[in-house]
Nanobody, 119 residues
Framework: QVQLVESGGGLVQAGGSLRLSCAAS????????MGWYRQAPGRQRELVAT????????NYADSVKGRFTISRDNAKNIVYLQMNSLKPEDTAIYYC????????????WGQGTQVTVSS
């Protein structure tokens, strides 16, 4: 059983910052990539940022490059998303994801945390 629990969302003014956390527990594959995705009302879920387990490479959506930073603490099984210079268009529910392949593809999601950026 894998559990991902997000926290840190909230209401912030444009230009402000938030840090999201995702606490992972359970039988997560040792090579799991972790990621943050978001879904705004009426829109499809989209990738925000991912981070790999091994050599710690990261990938960001163009819309957040230079403003968001993903990081992970493997000892604590926590993934962070530092969000700076927030814009109203960043308003969405943010979801944590863990994914890996071991004979089959595994992908788990958290319940999401709301981020609202006011103008």
């Amino acid at each position: 059983q894998v559990q991902l629990v997000e926290s840190g969302g909230g209401l912030v003014q444009a230009g402000g910052s938030l840090r999201l956390s995702c606490a992972a527990s359970g039988s997560i594959g040792s090579g799991a990539s972790m990621g943050w995705y978001r879904q705004a009302p009426g829109r499809q879920r989209e990738l925000v940022a991912t981070i790999t387990a091994g050599f710690i490479s990261t990938n960001y959506a163009d819309s957040v490059k230079g403003r968001f930073t993903i990081s992970r603490d493997n000892a604590k099984n926590i993934v962070y998303l530092q969000m700076n210079s927030l814009k109203p268009e960043d308003t969405a529910i943010y979801y944590c994801n863990a994914a890996w392949t071991a004979w089959q593809r595994y992908s788990y999601w958290g319940q999401g945390t709301q981020v609202t950026v006011s103008s």
